[in-house]
């Protein structure tokens, strides 16, 4: 089976320009969750999808936004870059909802704002 | 507020001694717990897990043991190898109400030869 794949692995944008963010789960995964990444912050929890339904949101603000497609795929919007913005952002993909199902990484994109 | 700790940021470790990374919690909701390794470059990979039911589970060179009272988990790796050399997270859920992952800061290990 393929794994989590992201796109694109890196990206370096401007402030206040937007950036989008893509991610294809696990075949046969209908949960997708995205995290930010920082030094000394460890992984912190965007939201997560399921059914292309958004189940959970972390605390960041509204520039971060998802959606999710029929086919499990998710996307990551941020609006209004700002340098903070600067991280790795992961996703991961699980299969059910119901059990504590493990989540499977993707490699990451990472994030520059200049 | 950090709901899960991991208050050391790395640990360096003799090739073929334990390792012992450490993990607190303060929600006392979280009924599973999970430790996850990164390695550069890559996205983090699932090690090992525990259910709050339970107080230690073992596969192979890991093992992670629940302390409910202490709001305390470990992780300890025996024999430590140089390919264990990477940032430890650990990570919280629960599994009623919201479904969230909550992960820790992450503890960088460093096995020496």
């Known amino acids: 089976k393929a794994g989590v794949t992201q796109t694109p692995r890196y990206l370096i944008k401007t402030r206040g320009q937007q950036v989008t963010l893509s991610c294809s789960p696990i075949?046969?995964?209908?949960?997708v969750s995205w995290y930010q990444q920082t030094p000394g912050q460890g992984l912190q929890f965007l939201f997560e999808?399921?059914?292309?339904?958004?189940?959970n949101k972390g605390n960041f603000p509204g520039r971060f936004s998802g959606r999710q497609f029929s086919n499990s795929r998710s996307e990551m919007n941020v609006s209004t870059l700002e340098l903070g913005d600067s991280a790795l952002y992961l996703c991961?993909?699980?299969?059910?909802?119901?059990?504590?199902?493990?989540?499977?990484f993707g490699p990451g994109t990472r994030l520059t704002v200049l | 507020d950090q709901q899960v700790k991991q208050n050391s940021p790395s640990l360096s470790v003799q090739e073929g001694r334990i390792s012992i990374l450490n993990c607190d919690y303060t929600?006392?909701?979280?009924?599973?717990f999970l430790w996850y390794k990164k390695y550069p470059a890559e996205g983090p990979t699932f090690l090992i897990s525990?259910?709050?039911?339970?107080d230690k589970n073992e596969d192979g060179r890991f093992t992670v043991f629940l302390n409910k009272s202490a709001k305390h988990l470990s992780l300890h790796i025996v024999p430590s190898q140089p390919g264990d050399s990477a940032v430890y997270f650990c990570?919280?859920?629960?599994?009623?109400?919201?479904?969230?992952?909550?992960f820790g800061t992450g503890t960088r290990l460093k096995v020496l030869a």
């Open positions: 991961a993909s699980s299969s059910t909802v119901v059990s504590a199902d493990t989540q499977y």
């Open positions: 075949s046969g995964h209908r949960s």
């Open positions: 999808y399921f059914s292309e339904t958004q189940r």
């Open positions: 929600n006392s909701m979280f009924d599973y």
């Open positions: 525990i259910s709050s039911i339970k």
């Open positions: 990570a919280s859920l629960t599994t009623s109400g919201t479904y969230k992952y909550i």
